[in-house]
């Protein structure tokens, strides 16, 4: 994964299931001004309970479109949760300084 960015997110407890009962979003500053250029978050694959995957979606910000690259690294009753994202998307390469800030 030399080409992808990921952000590991660990909670005080544990999870029954990484979508529920609440998600995370990881709102991204690539330009160093302060404001999120980009959002991540994870969102079911299919709408609400269609299917029990969790996806990372990445939307750059002022745009309604998202869309998902990878599949959220995550395991049932646990309080950790890994989104990973192409680096390309969200225009960044290696050695690139971002500011980033997680909510949950």
Do not use: C
């Not at 330009?31 to 996806?55: I, K, M, N, R, T």
């Amino acid at each position: 994964m030399g080409n992808a960015l990921q952000f590991a997110i660990s909670t005080y407890g544990r999870r029954a299931h990484p979508l529920y009962p609440g998600g995370f979003e990881v709102d991204i500053d690539t330009d160093g001004d302060g404001v999120a250029d980009w959002y991540v978050f994870q969102q079911e694959s299919g709408g609400f309970g269609a299917s029990g995957q969790s996806l990372v979606y990445v939307q750059k910000a002022g745009t309604s479109t998202a869309n998902a690259y990878y599949y959220n690294d995550a395991d049932l009753n646990s309080g950790n949760v890994i989104f990973t994202l192409p680096m390309s998307v969200i225009g960044v390469g290696t050695g690139s300084t971002i500011g980033f800030e997680v909510l949950a």
